[in-house]
Nanobody, 120 residues
Framework: QVQVVESGGGFVQPGGSLRLSCVASGSISTLYYTGWFRQDPGKMRELVAGIDGSGRIEYVDSTKGRFTISRDKTKNTVVLQMNSLTPEDTATYFC??????????????WGQGTQVTVSS
């Protein structure tokens, strides 16, 4: 079973920066998709940024120009650099990693979430 662990959340003032990291562990053969999602209580979980199997990157409009997603397939890690944070970015952030395990079994694993709070 592939497990995903996030780190790097916290409290920051508006205009500040945070860096979220995510690492997947287990019998991983191939990574296809790596992404970050966020969710406020009572709201739907939404995509923040993602990288597909071909390396194509997408961002939700509200984060374009402020957030940068990157990944290292050799280390099974994905990082979200968040700059110019606003209170609207406050949410629980979840890492999502999809691929195949050794033996060919596909997986779609989520982390436990890390809280990001932006407030003055």
């Amino acid at each position: 079973q592939v497990q995903v662990v996030e780190s790097g959340g916290g409290f920051v003032q508006p205009g500040g920066s945070l860096r979220l990291s995510c690492v997947a562990s287990g019998s991983i053969s191939t990574l296809y998709y790596t992404g970050w999602f966020r969710q406020d209580p009572g709201k739907m979980r939404e995509l923040v940024a993602g990288i597909d199997g071909s390396g194509r990157i997408e961002y939700v409009d509200s984060t374009k120009g402020r957030f940068t997603i990157s990944r290292d397939k050799t280390k099974n890690t994905v990082v979200l650099q968040m700059n110019s944070l606003t209170p609207e970015d406050t949410a629980t952030y979840f890492c999502n990693i999809r691929g195949t395990e050794v033996g060919g079994l596909p997986f779609n694993s989520w982390g436990q979430g890390t809280q990001v709070t932006v407030s003055s």
